[in-house]
């Protein structure tokens, strides 16, 4: 194979500049990569964008060493400028560079469609009133049910399984799967759970079903992810994973606090209007 003396430096530069950024993509700046580790839905987000960003990693390299060995090789150096010396395609770099870049794609792909297998960990995205098959865990009958409902400008949260009230505060247990039923009142929003893994539209007469379940204690952020009126930017909240024991005993406290104006809450719903669903004429 006849390869051309200058290609085969870049070629021996790029394969020892790929080895080493491998290697600190992955053990060192992958694990940090968000959106995190606090759930099952997240870690598994994390993986993903880890293998992403290191198949590419070459890909990059190759590029960045190519333009920055051109600027400085092949830059005009005085003289009267002139044409450069006709270039004719080369059939051996040309086939390499096109199988090499089919492979990272059907490597990438094979990789994307195994991770939607039954089994794995999923987008985090809603899925609607009645996901399929693959998309619901394995226990998801033992789920914590957490009704999320968006509404100009602020979440409340309502927690059937622990006496039906309705807070402001997102509380979770750690190890615990919650299955998120989202849903609005008024006009669209969209539910992002940041380190959760968790993104879920929010649209009115609409429930948007999403899972995961948190292994990690601590605070996370909630934010409203679809331009929803004025003050869209302050549709926040801080969510947090306790432990089992905490959780209930919130729950409990909760439970008992919000009494009254659970008496006053609508039935529970997958959807909600206001009334009247339908103005006279």
């Known amino acids: ?9 870049i070629l021996i530069a790029w394969v020892v500049l790929s080895v080493v950024g ?7 700046l992958g694990p940090h990569l968000p959106p995190g580790n606090m759930s099952d839905v997240a870690a598994g987000q994390t993986f993903d964008n880890q293998v992403m960003l290191t198949a ?29 010396v006709p270039v004719q395609g080369n059939g051996t770099i040309i ?28 987008s985090g995205g809603g899925q609607g009133p009645s ?8 226990n998801s009958a033992n789920a914590l049910h957490v009704q999320v409902i968006g509404q100009q400008w602020q ?12 807070t402001a505060d997102l509380v979770l247990p750690v190890n615990q799967l919650v299955e998120f039923h989202v849903t609005s009142i008024d006009v669209v929003h969209s539910f992002w759970a940041i380190p959760l893994g968790v993104k879920a539209d929010a649209v009115p007469g609409a429930d948007n079903i999403a899972f995961a379940e948190p292994t990690q204690t601590g605070t996370f952020e909630v934010r409203c992810a679809e331009l929803c009126g004025l003050w869209h930017g302050h549709m926040y909240v801080t969510g947090r994973v306790m432990s089992q ?9 909760e439970q008992q606090l919000l009494a009254p104006a659970t008496k006053n809450l609508p039935p529970y719903s997958p959807i909600y209007y206001p009334e009247p669903t339908v103005r006279g004429t």
């Open 1 to 9: 194979m006849n390869i051309p003396r200058e290609l085969l430096r």
């Open 22 to 28: 491998c290697l600190l993509v992955w053990f060192l």
């Open 56 to 84: 590419a990693t070459p890909v990059v390299l190759l590029l960045l060493l190519y333009f920055v060995y051109s600027l400085t090789q092949f830059r005009h150096r005085g003289g009267p400028l002139e044409d450069g």
């Open 95 to 122: 086939g390499v560079w096109i199988a090499a870049t089919t492979a990272v794609v059907l490597c990438l792909a094979a990789f994307g469609a195994y991770e939607l297998f039954p089994g794995q960990h999923g």
């Open 131 to 138: 996901p399929l098959s693959i998309s619901i865990p394995s």
């Open 155 to 166: 979440w409340t949260f309502r927690y059937p399984d622990n006496g039906d009230f309705e």
């Open 245 to 253: 024991d905490g959780f209930q005993t919130w729950a409990a406290q």
